[in-house]
């Protein structure tokens, strides 16, 4: 057995802080079938203060130069019937449960709350060459799970296995804050130059026109926006395979065009703006390797890869090496639908987000949000898809300052605000009127806010019922309280700020009764370290602050 110990930490590109510790103790087992010339298999495990991790190890060996992986049958045993939060599937509805009433195929990552002060997360990282875990009972173990893959797994040797790892949290917030594991077990940055790689806010050209993707690029400039992205339909109809990623041939079903890229590209970086271009599986398994260098060449900033395919070893392979290829053509990468990320984004940080979430597309009441920040964020950074002004933001989702509480509490380096939403524009349809955005006074409160931090602190919460957390970017702190379906007073302790030093805090607020559209009051206020934010906040609303230093 040989054993070992590290004890360090490093810098991401991009996170939730900027550094992040790495401290285990290993041990490799090598387990030997018995026989003259048995087969050798090596199980490596870490034990970190924030959980365990293991994996298997098929090293060279006579006799031997491949191998075939059937199913895995890892097993995972609790002691008990605890509570837990199923999803089918990387975009479904969560289901709170017990683990003896899950179903098979339950998606990852699982939280179990144990006891009030105990909570774990199972789930997989640095899946790059293999097939997607899940998890399946165990019949007539009604506490047991085990690992199920889409597909059987091959591989030349030497192979290692993706991580298995087991988080472990005095709380669930405890849990999120270490969700740093996932990275901690992929491989450093492989990237020499980074300096491409650009985090930011992202807002999404619905027109597919000429004259609207310069208002966005004009309301991006003014709203400290860094990006604009040209959806479905820019180049035909998306689930057309014979649809041209090279060419720009707006699909009529979804606009009347005109749409003239090349110049909406040069007036975006006129301004400071870059254009992010959407581009459904089948253009992209066709055209991968024609798209990227000509993407690159007409000044393109990143891609969104759509629609998947996720779950056997050879998609997973291939989406991977997609990532490496844009990475290559310094072009960064927004992955939908399916796939969840498993800490990818520390070896090639130009993956600057992925969906893999039941976002505000699917219009989740503020209690799924809130289950969703404890389980699918484990797994990392969450393309959401927040709505601001869309009418289900009112009639569904529970509020506007609860909107703007997600864009600190859901992690995403590209972090896309007002999803259906566009700018105001000559010839805008009166049917359209709805999805215009209004300059309301808390838009503020958006243009300021970061989308990776230095410091990530979980304050207080309870899967499904509310939530505050605080990120701090430089010396100035955001905070997203998010509230469920009883009303409560939040509590904010502001002893995360530096000692001896004055903030001015904007608060953001439901008030029925301001007369704004969006009815979100703000309210300015000096506040230092000793001070408590108090505020009754009522069922499915939520609260946002800014907090900066001011000089003496």
Not at 307 to 322: D, K, M, P
Request: glycine share 8%; net charge negative.
């Amino acid at each position: 057995m040989k054993k070992d110990e590290v004890n360090t930490s490093w810098k991401p590109v991009h996170g939730e802080r900027s550094e992040i510790p790495d401290h285990y103790r290993s041990a490799v087992v090598e387990l030997r079938q018995r026989g003259e010339n048995g087969r050798i298999m090596k199980l490596e495990v870490r034990a970190y203060d924030e959980g365990i991790a293991f994996r298997y190890i098929f090293p060279e060996q006579n006799g031997l130069d491949s191998l075939v992986i059937e199913d895995e049958n890892t097993t995972f045993y609790f002691t008990g019937d605890f509570l837990t939060w199923e999803a089918a599937h990387a975009q479904a509805e969560y289901q709170e449960k017990r683990l003896s009433e899950l179903n098979p195929g339950c998606e990852r990552p699982l939280t179990v709350k144990i006891n009030d002060s105990l909570f774990v997360a199972i789930g997989e990282a640095a899946l790059v060459d293999y097939a997607r875990m899940k998890f399946d009972p165990i019949p007539g173990k009604p506490f047991g799970l085990k690992s199920s893959l889409a597909s059987e797994v091959r591989s030349l040797l030497p192979f290692k296995t993706p991580w298995r790892f087991i988080l472990i949290g005095k709380s669930a917030g405890e849990l999120l804050e270490h969700n740093y594991l996932l990275l901690n077990l992929n491989e450093p940055c492989k990237i020499e130059d980074t300096s491409w790689i650009r985090p930011g806010k992202v807002i999404r050209e619905i027109t597919l026109t000429t004259a609207g993707g310069k208002a966005c690029v004009d309301f991006a400039a003014k709203h400290n926006l860094q990006f604009v992205e040209f959806d479905a339909g820019w180049y035909g109809h998306e689930y057309d395979d014979s649809s041209d990623a090279t060419t720009v041939t707006v699909d009529p079903k979804r606009s009347p065009g005109p749409l003239d890229l090349a110049e909406v590209v040069n007036y975006a970086h006129k301004k400071g703006v870059g254009i992010i271009l959407y581009v459904n599986r089948r253009a992209m398994e066709k055209q991968l390797d024609e798209i990227l260098p000509l993407y690159r060449k007409w000044g393109i900033s990143g891609v969104k890869y759509g629609f998947v395919n996720v779950g056997s070893q050879y998609w997973t392979r291939w989406l991977h090496e997609a990532i490496r290829k844009a990475a290559e053509n310094k072009l960064m990468v927004d992955i939908h639908d399916e796939y969840r990320p498993t800490g990818y984004s520390r070896t090639y940080p130009n993956l600057m987000t992925v969906e893999g979430i039941r976002g505000d597309e699917e219009a989740p009441t503020n209690e799924h949000t809130l289950i969703t920040l404890f389980t699918r964020m484990i797994a990392g950074a969450g393309d959401n898809t927040n709505c601001y002004f869309s009418k289900r933001v009112d009639e569904r989702m529970g509020s506007h300052a609860s909107q703007l509480a997600k864009a600190v509490c859901l992690y995403s380096p590209w972090q896309f605000l007002y999803w259906y939403d566009s700018p105001p524009r000559r010839g805008l349809p009166a049917g359209n009127l709805e999805k215009v955005i209004s300059e309301t006074p808390e838009l503020e409160f958006f243009d300021e806010v970061p989308t990776v931090w230095d410091d990530t602190k979980f304050l207080s919460g309870e899967i499904g019922k509310y939530a505050t957390v605080a990120r701090r970017s430089g010396e100035n702190w955001f905070v997203g309280c998010v509230n469920g379906e009883e009303p409560r007073v939040f509590e904010v302790k502001l002893s995360f700020l530096k000692p001896g030093v004055k903030y001015a805090a904007s608060i953001y607020s439901d008030d029925a009764a301001f007369p704004s559209r969006t009815h979100v009051r703000i309210q300015k206020m000096d506040v230092e370290k000793n001070h408590i934010i108090r505020r009754n906040v009522a069922a499915n609303n939520g609260l946002a602050m800014m907090i900066v230093p001011v000089g003496e």
